[in-house]
T-cell receptor, first 115, second 112 residues
Framework: DTGVSQNPRHKITKRGQNVTFRCDPISEHNRLYWYRQTLGQGPEFLTYFQNEAQLEKSRLLSDRFSAERPKGSFSTLEIQRTEQGDSAMYLC?????????????FGPGTRLTVT | SQQGEEDPQALSIQEGENATMNCSYKTSINNLQWYRQNSGRGLVHLILIRSNEREKHSGRLRVTLDTSKKSSSLLITASRAADTASYFCATARVVGFQKLVFGTGTRLLVSP
């Protein structure tokens, strides 16, 4: 399967702990996006990379959140000092990144539960 | 915050019937996309319609776009139990950077 993969699929952590999620995009895609989805809502944009450059961050992304995409390949999303409000599904998507290729391909997500 | 609102929030139909769901959005867009989400396969792209298009078809899907009313509709014809899922519209505002702004979704249940 050459789709977008995310690890882990589920993460349970105690409040105050740090967590890190990984996303492996489709190999030829140079754009990578992170979204967050809470129960009963649509996904909300968090941040976007073109190759290794992080080009936009949502105001939802507080200073406890950091994302990287070293060498423009996989990406990691780290949440420090987790809070119960961080409990959500974290989705990664990738796209080709040239004009006309607007479809985004989503991974299965990482479900985070903060207790 | 969500840009789009979808209507209805939930829809229950029988196999073979058509399902129509609507999406309204607030700002000007470059394109509007529809995605399906179920527990088995995550979010899957269904169809994209550009701001200069009014209607588009893909298999059993028909999408319309009315930019003057800032609204779109998704019609699924001859529905199947496998169409049971949540459906989201998502808008992209800026050419070149395609951040998607999702609606709140319509939960579709298709009964055999």
């Amino acid at each position: 399967d050459t789709g977008v993969s995310q690890n882990p699929r589920h993460k349970i952590t105690k409040r105050g702990q740090n967590v890190t999620f990984r996303c492996d995009p489709i190999s030829e895609h140079n754009r990578l996006y992170w979204y967050r989805q809470t129960l009963g809502q649509g996904p909300e944009f968090l941040t976007y990379f073109q190759n290794e450059a992080q080009l936009e961050k949502s105001r939802l992304l507080s200073d406890r959140f950091s994302a990287e995409r070293p060498k423009g390949s996989f990406s990691t999303l780290e949440i420090q000092r987790t809070e119960q409000g961080d409990s959500a599904m974290y989705l990664c998507a990738s796209s080709l990144g040239f004009a006309g290729s607007y479809e985004q391909y989503f991974g299965p997500g990482t479900r985070l539960t903060v207790t | 915050s969500q840009q789009g609102e979808e209507d209805p929030q939930a829809l229950s139909i029988q196999e073979g019937e058509n399902a129509t769901m609507n999406c309204s959005y607030k700002t000007s867009i470059n394109n509007l996309q529809w995605y399906r989400q179920n527990s088995g396969r995550g979010l899957v792209h269904l169809i994209l319609i550009r701001s200069n298009e009014r209607e588009k078809h893909s298999g059993r899907l028909r999408v319309t776009l009315d930019t003057s009313k800032k609204s779109s509709s998704l019609l699924i014809t001859a529905s199947r139990a496998a169409d049971t899922a949540s459906y989201f519209c998502a808008t992209a505002r800026v050419v070149g950077f395609q951040k998607l702004v999702f609606g709140t979704g319509t939960r579709l249940l298709v009964s055999p």
